[in-house]
C-alpha cells in the first residue's frame, strides 16, 4: 500500500501542502474563468481545477482532497459567483468527486480513467441541478455535447495529473 502524505509529525508541512493545494484550485478556477469557450452551449469548461482533484486523490488521500474541493467551490463561489453558481458547483463538484473516489478505489482505472469520470460526472451533477431547478428535464439535451467535452478536457487533466503525480510523489515523501 502507498503511502499518502498527510503531514506526518511536520503539521506544519502538512497545513502548508493543503494550503498549496487550496491556492492552486482557486488560481485554477480564477484562470478558467477569463478563458472564453468558443462553444455555444453553457456549462462548458476546461475543468482546471480538477486537477487539483485528481493530484489530490493520489497524494494526499480521499479525506484531504474532499477538504481541498470543498474550500475551493465556496471560495470561489463567494469571489467570483453568486449562490446559484456555488450551488451548480457543489453538485457537480460533490458527485464527480465521489465518481472519481470510487473509480480510483476500484482499480479499473487509471489517472486518466478516473479524471475523465469527474469531468463526465461533474457535467451529469450539474445539469441534475439544472433539472431540479427549473423543473423540467430539457436541460438535458446538452448530455451528448457535455459528455464530449467531459471525456476530452477530463483525458488532457488526467494525463497532466498523472504526470504531476508521478513527479511530486517522491518530494512529498521526502518531507
Not at 484550485?25 to 480538477?50: D, R
Not at 497524494?59 to 481541498?68: N, R, S
Not at 480510483?104 to 487509471?110: A, D, I, R, V
Request: some cysteine.
Amino acid at each position: 500500500m502507498k503511502k499518502r502524505y498527510t503531514g506526518g509529525r511536520n503539521s506544519a508541512g502538512g497545513v502548508a501542502l493543503y494550503g498549496l493545494l487550496i491556492a492552486l484550485a482557486f488560481i485554477f478556477s480564477y484562470i478558467e474563468a477569463m478563458i472564453p469557450m468558443p462553444v455555444p452551449v453553457p456549462g462548458v469548461k476546461l475543468g482546471l481545477a480538477n486537477l487539483v482533484n485528481v493530484v489530490g486523490l493520489y497524494t494526499v488521500g480521499v479525506a484531504g482532497t474532499a477538504a481541498v474541493a470543498l474550500v475551493r467551490i465556496v471560495l470561489v463561489g463567494f469571489t467570483f459567483g453568486n449562490p446559484a453558481s456555488m450551488m451548480y458547483a457543489l453538485s457537480g463538484g460533490c458527485l464527480s468527486l465521489a465518481v472519481m473516489i470510487l473509480a480510483k478505489k476500484s482499480g479499473w482505472f487509471e489517472k486518466t480513467g478516473v479524471s475523465i469520470l469527474g469531468g463526465i460526472f461533474h457535467n451529469i451533477g450539474q445539469l441534475a441541478m439544472a433539472a431540479y431547478v427549473t423543473q423540467t428535464a430539457g436541460v438535458f439535451t446538452y448530455l451528448p455535447v457535455l459528455l464530449v467535452t467531459g471525456v476530452v478536457t477530463g483525458g488532457v487533466i488526467g494525463l497532466l495529473g498523472g504526470l504531476v503525480v508521478e513527479r511530486i510523489t517522491p518530494i512529498l515523501r521526502n518531507l
